[in-house]
Antibody, heavy 120, light 112 residues
Framework: EVQLVESGGGSVQPGESLRLSCTASGFTFGSYGMSWVRQAPGKGLEWVSVISESGVITYNTGSVKGRFTISRDTSKSTIFLQMNSLRAEDTALYYC?????????????WGKGTTVTVSS | DIVMTQTPLSLSVTPGQPASMSCKSSQSLLHSNGRTYLYWYLQKPGQSPQLLIYEVSNRFSGVPDRFRGSGSGTDFTLKISRVEAEDVGVYYCLQSLQFPLTFGGGTNVEIK
């Protein structure tokens, strides 16, 4: 059974940093791309970032470019999201999600999420 | 960015009755490889999203056959043949043809 467990969320002030982690199990981690998707309180889903199976290719959505960095450690079956210069509008529940298959970015499994609150 | 527009915003359905919702993309989701990168998810209250349909019309593992996806190009539809109480939640479409991936705003389905 695929399991994705996010951690690292918390409450910070604008301009501060956080590092989210997502540890995976139940599948061959190194064979799948991984994404972060967020959901602001009471709002819809927003895709944030993706990293390829190898970790070589990454892509961020426009609103976080230059501030967020996605990475992965295959030896630990874990992906990370380094979030710098946080803004109030980054407040959300952050989900980690597994790609459906190699070469397909869409997701077929999600964690329960970790909450990030940015407020002064 | 590809804009995904879902209608209606909300749907109230009697159990056992059908339901239908639409998702339109601002450009075709057909790739040169012949695949169309349109997906449907359901987020039940208090839960994480779950994949229902991939590449327009393929039901994901374990998804009941009362869910049916259809469409092509820029116009897509998700139909539930007979709504059950467990189908309540927000339905989202997603395109993964190009970065950034984009979701529709969602259709909220409730039971009458």
């Amino acid at each position: 059974e695929v399991q994705l467990v996010e951690s690292g969320g918390g409450s910070v002030q604008p301009g501060e940093s956080l590092r989210l982690s997502c540890t995976a199990s139940g599948f061959t981690f190194g064979s799948y791309g991984m994404s972060w998707v967020r959901q602001a309180p009471g709002k819809g889903l927003e895709w944030v970032s993706v990293i390829s199976e190898s970790g070589v290719i990454t892509y961020n959505t426009g609103s976080v470019k230059g501030r967020f960095t996605i990475s992965r450690d295959t030896s630990k079956s874990t992906i990370f999201l380094q979030m710098n210069s946080l803004r109030a509008e980054d407040t959300a529940l952050y989900y980690c999600a597994k790609a459906i298959s190699r070469g397909v970015t869409a997701m077929d499994a999600w964690g329960k999420g970790t909450t990030v609150t940015v407020s002064s | 960015d590809i804009v995904m527009t879902q209608t209606p915003l909300s749907l109230s359905v009697t159990p056992g009755q059908p339901a239908s919702m639409s998702c339109k993309s601002s450009q075709s989701l057909l790739h040169s490889n012949g695949r169309t990168y349109l997906y449907w998810y359901l987020q039940k209250p208090g839960q994480s999203p779950q994949l229902l349909i991939y590449e327009v019309s393929n039901r994901f593992s374990g998804v009941p056959d009362r869910f049916r996806g259809s469409g092509s190009g820029t116009d897509f539809t998700l139909k539930i043949s007979r709504v059950e109480a467990e189908d309540v939640g927000v339905y989202y479409c997603l395109q993964s043809l190009q970065f950034p991936l984009t979701f529709g705003g969602g259709t909220n389905v409730e039971i009458k």
